[in-house]
């Protein structure tokens, strides 16, 4: 079965930038949705962002005009792009990547990568 490994959280300054990405760990087909969800401690899960097959992008109230969700078609690896941190977002970012082939759906989640932003 195809993994999505995580990378690129880490400690960052308030107002400062990370880039995470979610690679797979082979071939995947078929991809309709992929997104980004968060969880910071003792808070529900949240999803952040959402991007579509057809290249439409969402995002919650939160981080409307701070992140950005992209995914590379060459080789799937999705991204989540964010700038101007604030404390607030600190939590273990999550991707999902969900499709269906011939075989079925699917729906895969990456193992978390922490994000901490603090001065």
């Known amino acids: 079965q195809v993994q999505f490994v995580e990378s690129g959280g880490g400690l960052v300054q308030p107002g400062g930038s990370l880039r995470l990405s979610c690679a797979p760990s082979?071939?995947?087909?078929?991809?309709?949705?992929t997104a980004w969800y968060r969880q910071a401690s003792g808070e529900q899960r949240e999803l952040v962002a959402t991007l579509t097959s057809g290249g439409d992008r969402n995002y919650s109230d939160s981080v409307k005009g701070r992140f950005t969700i992209s995914r590379n078609t060459a080789n799937n690896t999705a991204y989540l792009q964010m700038n101007s941190l604030k404390v607030e977002d600190t939590a273990v970012y999550y991707c999902n990547v969900g499709g269906a082939v011939w075989g079925g759906e699917y729906d895969y989640w990456g193992q978390g990568t922490q994000v901490t932003v603090s001065s």
């Open positions: 082979g071939r995947i087909l078929g991809i309709r949705l």
